[in-house]
Nanobody, 114 residues
């Protein structure tokens, strides 16, 4: 069974940083591209970042480019999202997703507020 477990969310002041983690199991992790999505209150879920299976290429939403970095460890079956210079508009529940499959984690809450 596929399992994705996010962690690392919390409350941070504007300009602060957080690193989110996603632990994956139940599938051949190293053969799949991975995504981070987020959903803010009253908003549709949006893709934030994507990383290829081997980790050699990444893509970001314009709203987070230059501030967020996605990475992965195919030995530990982990994917990460480093978030720097956080803004109030980054407040959302962040989800880990297998790009080509309809599997989601439970999400982790990120709140950016002074």
């Amino acid at each position: 069974q596929v399992q994705l477990v996010e962690s690392g969310g919390g409350k941070v002041q504007p300009g602060g940083s957080l690193r989110l983690s996603c632990a994956a199991s139940g599938f051949t992790f190293h053969t799949y591209a991975m995504n981070w999505y987020r959903q803010a209150p009253g908003k549709e879920r949006e893709s934030v970042a994507r990383i290829t299976a081997a980790g050699g290429s990444t893509d970001y939403a314009d709203s987070v480019k230059g501030r967020f970095t996605i990475s992965r460890d195919n030995v530990k079956n982990m994917v990460y999202l480093q978030m720097n210079n956080l803004k109030p508009e980054d407040t959302a529940v962040y989800y880990c997703k297998v790009w080509a499959l309809n599997y989601w984690g439970q999400g982790t809450q990120v709140t950016v507020s002074s």
